[in-house]
Nanobody
Framework: VQLVESGGGLVQAGGSLRLSCAAS????????IGWFRQAPGKEREAVSC????????YCAVSVKGRFTMSSDRAKNTVYLQMNSLRAEDTAIYYC??????????????????WGQGTQVTVSS
């Protein structure tokens, strides 16, 4: 299993970024792929919002309505579109994969496979 994130960088507050996660080595159709972030001194947070009104535990309240996941099956790639970025969105962003349908759960579960992360810095 290999997950490679890209698309991070420096952006001004209010701006947008789209992160990409290129997946290989497993069945893109059956695995759950999600996005997470971790800021210095803070716990890892799930930001895997599948819709703007996602109420699942995998979509943090702080990003709901601003972050949305999408995928391109032909490219085995999952995206995270981040809009209206804030300074507090500064973090390392990771994509992760798991063979179980974790998004169907009402609780957070640990994913088995992780990418190396990409830094997102939002200047205020």
């Amino acid at each position: 299993v290999q997950l490679v994130e890209s698309g991070g960088g420096l952006v001004q507050a209010g701006g947008s970024l789209r992160l990409s996660c290129a997946a290989s080595g497993f069945s893109f159709e059956t695995y759950t792929i999600g996005w997470f972030r971790q800021a210095p001194g803070k716990e890892r947070e799930a930001v895997s919002c599948q819709t703007p009104s996602d109420e699942s535990p995998y979509c943090a309240v702080s990003v709901k309505g601003r972050f949305t996941m999408s995928s391109d099956r032909a490219k085995n790639t999952v995206y995270l579109q981040m809009n209206s970025l804030r300074a507090e969105d500064t973090a390392i962003y990771y994509c992760a994969a798991d063979p179980l349908p974790l998004f169907l759960s009402s609780q957070l579960h640990e994913f088995d496979y992780w990418g190396q992360g990409t830094q997102v810095t939002v200047s205020s």
